[in-house]
């Protein structure tokens, strides 16, 4: 049969079969999706090791040179306990001279010890308190300021009780220097950025921000 013999229904049927099919939009035709890049991706967060800021040096290093003074005050202390008894006894003695003589050594040597162990307790304390400042523990400077509270009231009961005469003259001046140079460790320590330090806690290193805490002085 020819093209010409055909009915319009067969030349539809026949145009149906021979032309292809439109696609359908809902199918895809790129293939399966693109990996997704690594490279671009920003990178964790990552803990650092970063030295202290100057003023935390700084106040780090007062306390230890304190610290020092304290432990030659201590050992001094111990070495003139002999021969500064009869002085430390005259000085009780005055306070009230009606008692027994026995009293008065008992008194005089209650002074010595109540003052050489809290010395002793002190710098065993600050040590510790010392340690969780180089840590960023919250709440040490508190902790460091009670301390020169003590400190200078023991401070006070030695050089009146204690630190008297040609022998008592150097230990008076390395409580001294105890006391001031812990003060001035103190005052270091609440500088700016030493507190933005401590409250940081950790420093952490970002390559897309650097490294936060790099920049403090």
Do not use: C
Not at 116 to 137: C, E, M
């Amino acid at each position: 049969m020819t093209s010409s013999e055909l009915t319009p229904a067969d030349r539809q049927r026949r145009d149906a079969v021979s032309t292809p099919q439109a696609r359908s939009p809902s199918v895809r035709s790129d293939g399966p999706p693109p990996r997704p890049t690594l490279t671009d991706k920003a990178a964790a967060p990552v803990l650092v090791k970063l030295p202290p800021p100057f003023t935390v040096r700084m106040s780090q290093l007062f306390w230890v040179l304190s610290l020092v003074a304290g432990a030659a005050a201590v050992v001094y202390l111990f070495v003139i306990r002999l021969p500064q008894h009869p002085a430390i006894v005259e000085r009780v003695r005055a306070v009230d001279a009606t008692r027994a003589e026995q009293t008065y050594a008992i008194a005089a040597d209650i002074v010595f010890w109540s003052v050489f162990g809290v010395t002793v307790a002190l710098i065993a304390f600050q040590i510790v308190f010392l340690v969780s400042f180089a840590n960023r523990r919250p709440n040490t400077r508190w902790w460091l300021f009670g301390s020169l509270i003590v400190q200078t009231g023991v401070y006070l009961v030695a050089q009146e009780l204690v630190a008297m005469g040609e022998r008592g003259a150097p230990l008076h001046q390395l409580l001294r220097a105890q006391l001031l140079l812990g003060v001035v460790a103190l005052l270091f320590s609440v500088l700016p950025p030493a507190l933005r330090w401590t409250a940081r806690r950790h420093d952490v290193r970002n390559p897309s921000m650097g490294t936060v805490g790099s920049g403090d002085l």
